[in-house]
């Protein structure tokens, strides 16, 4: 059965201001709509880690929206953290920040997951797609080149994988390559089907 079929006498809505993931779910080929974005603070439990973390935001994100969720609408919230050293990388700050962060990653390798909340008025489901990303040794005109040209302050760990930085630096990937853009959509396909 194709989602089209299976979802035709409802609603999709996402969850996300992100324009990649708008992007990759319309991949999909499914219709949805952007739900009214509502901004939550982003703190999370300091004893959880790692893919806990994108799990508990993509939740979190869920719960500001369940009470209004009707009986022919589905939710997707997610949320992607970059993880090196076992620490997380948000959104770049500033410029400063961006170099900091993107020098961190440079020349090692480090973890991004996304967690992703399917909810119903009825139910919930949330899972988790974990991608390990190894980046060459960047040089710092390189890193200064990608912050001043694609101002990265919208992205975790301060880089796109799908811009510049991307193609020049990345040198290999265990994982889903759009679970690192933001939403691991086959993945997402697959729980679709079955939720």
Same mark, same amino acid.
């Given at each position: 059965?194709?989602?089209?079929?299976?979802? !035709?006498?409802?609603?999709?809505?996402?969850?996300?201001?992100?324009?990649?993931? /708008?992007?990759?779910?319309?991949?999909?080929?499914?219709?949805?709509? #952007?739900?009214?974005?509502?901004?939550?603070?982003?703190?999370? %439990?300091?004893? #959880?880690?790692?893919?806990?973390?994108?799990?508990?935001?993509?939740?979190?994100?869920?719960?500001? @929206?369940?009470?209004?969720?009707?009986?022919?609408?589905?939710?997707?919230?997610?949320?992607?953290?970059?993880?090196?050293?076992? #620490?997380?990388?948000?959104? %770049?700050?500033?410029?400063?920040?961006? @170099? !900091?962060? $993107?020098?961190?990653?440079?020349?090692?390798?480090?973890? *991004?997951?996304?967690? *992703?909340? $399917?909810?119903?008025?009825?139910? /919930?489901?949330?899972?988790?797609?974990?991608?390990?990303?190894?980046?060459?040794?960047?040089?710092?005109?390189?890193?200064?080149?990608?912050?001043?040209? @694609?101002?990265?302050?919208?992205?975790?760990?301060? @880089? +796109? #994988? /799908?811009?510049?930085? +991307?193609?020049?630096?990345?040198?290999?990937?265990?994982?889903?390559?759009?679970?690192?853009? +933001?939403? %691991?959509?086959?993945?997402?396909?697959?729980?679709?089907?079955?939720?």
């Amino acid at each position: 059965m194709k989602l089209s079929e299976k979802y !035709k006498n409802k609603k999709i809505l996402l969850a996300s201001k992100s324009p990649r993931r /708008q992007e990759l779910l319309k991949g999909l080929d499914i219709n949805f709509e #952007i739900a009214e974005i509502i901004d939550i603070n982003e703190d999370f %439990p300091t004893n #959880i880690n790692a893919e806990e973390i994108a799990a508990y935001l993509s939740e979190l994100k869920a719960q500001t @929206y369940i009470k209004n969720i009707k009986e022919n609408e589905i939710l997707i919230t997610a949320d992607t953290i970059v993880w090196h050293n076992d #620490i997380v990388l948000n959104k %770049p700050k500033d410029r400063e920040e961006a @170099y !900091k962060m $993107i020098s961190a990653l440079s020349g090692d390798k480090h973890m *991004v997951f996304t967690g *992703v909340t $399917i909810s119903s008025s009825l139910k /919930q489901k949330t899972f988790v797609s974990a991608t390990k990303v190894f980046f060459k040794q960047l040089t710092d005109d390189e890193i200064y080149y990608y912050i001043d040209t @694609y101002k990265p302050f919208d992205k975790a760990g301060a @880089y +796109g #994988i /799908q811009e510049w930085i +991307g193609y020049i630096g990345i040198e290999r990937i265990e994982g889903s390559y759009f679970n690192v853009m +933001g939403l %691991p959509v086959q993945k997402l396909y697959d729980e679709l089907l079955i939720f």
